[in-house]
């Protein structure tokens, strides 16, 4: 099935003609409203990219800590149009959002990014939550930060305010607190003043996406909580403080080791918080407003997964995903247990416990590919053959579901993948079966590679023939063989060739 992403792109390059009048009808000042939505753990506004030359209904990502102005994906990109002299994209939402990203603000992901990965997975994995419209692009932090940014996800609501047209004073008028002294760095990461204890000072960097809210890690465990939970813990400090302790469990890391983060900081909140508060952020008059809505999103099954997940806790995490089956984190702490798994060197039927956590919070459509995904990244490991059973095991349960994947095409993989390992165990029976499947389900571009494993296969089976014919066409100019499959092939025949009668075809064919 097409991503809903490749399907829009017939949409945006054919409606180009209706343009002149959306634009004229928006001839409104920057800025606005609009409906968000907490989408995969991400805030996701309806709107229209448009130019005099193209326009686009799609969804758009928020990331107050993205350094590029507007990404859009990258197939869509390249429908993007802009009209003669004209300088600005426009975002334009149906109450009345106006927004312009200045056109080399506006570039396309890179294959394979994980931006472009982030859209392709919110279009595919919440199609029907999103009624089939895709997430073509991420506006980032130097576009939010020139608006005073309103949020109000509980309401579902996004705001948008020129700068210089909001004010702290304003913002009194409905906050709870109005949090002074925020600063900006030379990367663009907009920071606030919290406080703990008896009012030592510390740093938030502002964030909007993803769900979790972190906090440092070395900070909390010299203060005497290791597992995150600081008491006492606030936004701001003095008299503008509002309380940050117990309105969510917080996830400590290692803010040395992640890029992300910085250890000057202490949290770095998430949707878990800013889903509690109205707010309203203003970098450019240095100053963020905030008003609880929710009494709290505290959640102790946040807090079972991120103290063992913090103490890399096997048995913890085991533990968690037993008392907490349906909850959100199912499949971040199965991933997390199944790569602790991997450095204790844990048996495959323990290994196979944590990939049935992690499809229980798998879509069905979406089972193979995760499965696919996780199986490649071993085969193409040092630990290939030191993981041998564990890829077996994952292929051939992703095979199991490829009839319903989005990803049919991944088959040929996978059993191609299978055949490879097959033979490594010596099992030349079943790594012949799985081949010759191979090729009847696939990828023509693949063949040259389907008839040297299948030359490996038949070799082991002392079929030399059979096996020195498949190395043949594995040669052939007609097919697209890597170049080591290629030597490979060669030194296959060199070794069967005193194996065949002097007279054997094969043999006659090579030397005309």
């Known amino acids: 099935m097409k991503s809903s992403l490749v399907r829009s792109l017939a949409l945006a390059v054919c409606v180009c003609a209706l343009l002149p009048s959306v634009v004229a009808a928006q001839e409104a000042g920057p800025g606005g409203s609009a409906e968000a939505k907490v989408i995969g753990d991400h805030v996701l506004v309806p709107v229209t990219l448009s130019t005099e030359a193209f326009r686009k209904e799609t969804h758009l990502v928020l990331d107050y800590a993205?350094?590029?102005?507007?990404?859009?994906?990258?197939?869509?990109?390249?429908?993007?149009?802009?009209?003669?002299?004209?300088?600005?994209?426009?975002?334009?939402?149906a109450e009345g959002l106006r927004l312009e990203v200045p056109r080399e603000g506006v570039r396309p992901t890179a294959r394979g990014s994980p931006e472009s990965n982030l859209l392709l997975y919110l279009g595919n994995r919440y199609s029907s939550e999103l009624k089939e419209i895709d997430v073509a692009a991420i506006l980032g932090g130097p576009v939010l930060r020139r608006f005073a940014l309103g949020m109000n996800l509980d309401e579902g609501r996004v705001s948008f305010a020129p700068a210089d047209e909001a004010n702290a004073l304003d913002a009194r008028l409905w906050a709870q607190s109005v949090i002074t002294g925020l600063q900006t760095t030379e990367e663009g990461r907009v920071l606030a003043p919290v406080s703990h204890g008896d009012g030592r000072p510390s740093l938030m960097a502002f964030n909007t996406a993803g769900y979790h809210s972190y906090?440092?890690?070395?900070?909390?465990?010299?203060?005497?909580?290791?597992?995150?939970?600081?008491?006492?813990?606030?936004?701001?400090?003095?008299?503008?403080?509002?309380?940050?302790s117990g309105m969510a469990a917080l996830f400590p890391v290692d803010f040395?080791?992640?890029?992300?983060?910085?250890?000057?900081?202490?949290?770095?909140?998430?949707?878990?918080?800013?889903?509690?508060?109205?707010l309203e952020i203003n970098p450019a008059q240095?100053?963020?407003?905030?008003?609880?809505?929710?009494?709290?999103?505290?959640?102790?099954a946040d807090f079972a997964f991120y103290s063992a997940a913090a103490a890399g806790d096997r048995g913890k995490l085991q533990a968690y995903l037993r008392e907490n089956p349906e909850d959100r984190n199912v499949a971040e702490a199965a991933e997390a247990l199944f790569g602790l798994g991997l450095e204790e060197n844990a048996s495959v039927e323990e290994q196979m416990e944590a990939v049935d956590y992690r499809l229980s919070a798998t879509l069905e459509r979406m089972k193979s590919d995760w499965l696919g995904g996780t199986a490649l990244g071993l085969h193409f490991s040092e630990e290939r053959d030191a993981r041998s059973a564990l890829i077996v095991a994952l292929a051939e349960k992703a095979l199991e579901f490829i009839a319903r994947s989005d990803n049919p095409g991944l088959r040929q993989q996978l059993q191609l993948m299978l055949g490879d390992r097959y033979l490594f165990a010596g099992e030349a029976e079943e790594a012949?079966?799985?081949?010759?499947?191979?090729?009847?389900?696939?990828?023509?571009?693949?063949?040259?590679?389907?008839?040297?494993?299948?030359?490996?296969?038949?070799?082991?089976?002392?079929?030399?023939?059979?096996?020195?014919?498949?190395?043949?066409?594995?040669?052939?100019?007609?097919?697209?063989?890597?170049?080591?499959?290629?030597?490979?092939?060669?030194?296959?025949m060199d070794r069967i060739r005193p194996l065949l009668d002097p007279d054997d075809p094969l043999l006659a064919e090579e030397e005309s």
């Open 215 to 244: 906090v440092n890690a070395e900070t909390a465990t010299a203060l005497g909580h290791p597992s995150g939970d600081l008491p006492d813990l606030h936004f701001g400090a003095g008299d503008q403080r509002v309380r940050l």
């Open 256 to 278: 040395n080791d992640d890029p992300r983060f910085s250890p000057d900081w202490l949290v770095v909140p998430g949707l878990s918080l800013w889903t509690a508060y109205r």
């Open 66 to 93: 993205a350094t590029t102005p507007l990404h859009i994906y990258g197939q869509i990109f390249g429908a993007v149009r802009f009209g003669e002299n004209e300088q600005t994209l426009k975002i334009l939402g």
């Open 286 to 300: 240095g100053y963020l407003a905030l008003e609880p809505v929710r009494d709290s999103n505290y959640s102790e």
């Open 432 to 492: 012949w079966k799985v081949l010759l499947a191979a090729g009847f389900n696939g990828d023509p571009q693949l063949d040259g590679v389907v008839r040297h494993e299948l030359g490996r296969a038949y070799e082991a089976l002392g079929r030399h023939r059979r096996a020195y014919s498949s190395y043949q066409r594995a040669l052939s100019p007609l097919v697209q063989t890597p170049p080591d499959m290629q030597e490979s092939a060669r030194a296959g």
